[in-house]
């Protein structure tokens, strides 16, 4: 079983490792293979501030951990509704979760 956890990105670094800290402490759904079940899916909306910084520590951090990590960085301000669409074509999963990340908004999901 794979969870794909899609995390919309945008001006979030505020919040943004918090996140990815308790998308981190998940234990996994799968022992003993190559992942841990959970992918983890980040898309940088054309962020202004550190996020794209944030997401490159934490890609290392989560591949470390055996999630699957993938990450889109816009070269232009896409808006929500592209970045989440993009997401979701990206996923592997049959389960996907939504956390949408602006700049006043900690652990947003939908």
């Given at each position: 079983m794979l969870v794909s956890v899609i995390i919309g990105v945008y001006n979030a670094e505020k919040y943004l490792a918090q996140t990815l800290d308790s998308v981190a402490s998940q234990t996994g759904l799968v022992q003993g293979k190559k992942n841990n079940g959970?992918?983890?899916?980040?898309?940088?909306?054309?962020?202004?501030?550190?996020?794209?910084?944030?997401?490159?520590?934490?890609?290392?951090?989560?591949?470390?951990?055996?999630?699957?990590?993938?990450?889109?960085?816009?070269?232009?301000?896409?808006?929500?509704?592209?970045?989440y669409t993009e997401g979701a074509l990206m996923a592997r999963a049959s389960i996907s979760r939504f956390w949408i990340m602006m700049t006043s908004s900690p652990l947003s999901a939908l």
């Open positions: 959970i992918e983890v899916i980040l898309i940088d909306d054309f962020s202004k501030d550190n996020s794209s910084k944030i997401i490159e520590q934490y890609t290392y951090i989560l591949e470390q951990k055996r999630f699957c990590v993938r990450s889109i960085t816009h070269q232009q301000n896409a808006g929500t509704t592209r970045s």
